[in-house]
């Protein structure tokens, strides 16, 4: 919910732009009950028992990035195995070589770079405007609220680069999605679970570099 935002991405610090677009969007500006939005509203707690496993989730994340980076570099393995096989040398080419290599500086930089991005809150404070359909929400220690009007298209700078933000209401969830420039898709999905009144936070990434990611967060209602 770093891009949330920004975390899903500590958006009230890092954004460079906010300006309004025109655009249609699927989303409602009213939830399917117009209470919905006070159901939300609270502080909110990570349950980490009932929520998904992020640093499980993103391992397997960085699993299948380093085999897309070497099937990227297949070629380069093949053509240095078939020198070995045809009786050449065995000493292999360094461009071959190095292509075949993450190395460690990076995948740990991309790494703490989606921890950063990527991490779920552990904290939520929601909480809707008097008057105003407008949803504001403050992560963690955040002092600044991020300010969500359901309806309304944006332009946003944040960790993730720039992107068009979305938001509003399907049926009895909140939803927030951010398209960037470089086609990825994030989204949040907020909604009470009448079963348990948690909080439900479903996150999606579907991003050209990380690739795909789904994560469910937990979160109890905290007493005033």
Known sequence: MHVLIAKVTRWAALTAALVAANG??????????QDQALVIAGDWQRD?????????????????RRQRLRARHGSGA???SGDEQDGGSTSRDPRDF????IPQEETEHFRSRMVEELRPPRTLHIAQEPGLEAINMRLDAETVSRHFLPGQTVSRIDEGGAAQITCGWEQQTFVIRAHYVHRAVRSWHFAVEPATG?????FEVNDPEIGQMNLISRYRRQSQ
């Open 78 to 80: 093949a053509r240095s």
């Open 24 to 33: 249609c969007t699927s989303l409602s500006s009213r939830p399917a009950r």
């Open 48 to 64: 980490e028992a009932s929520s998904d496993n992020f640093d499980a989730k993103l391992a397997q994340v960085l699993t299948e």
């Open 98 to 101: 190095d292509a075949l290599q």
């Open 198 to 202: 948690m909080l439900q936070l479903r």
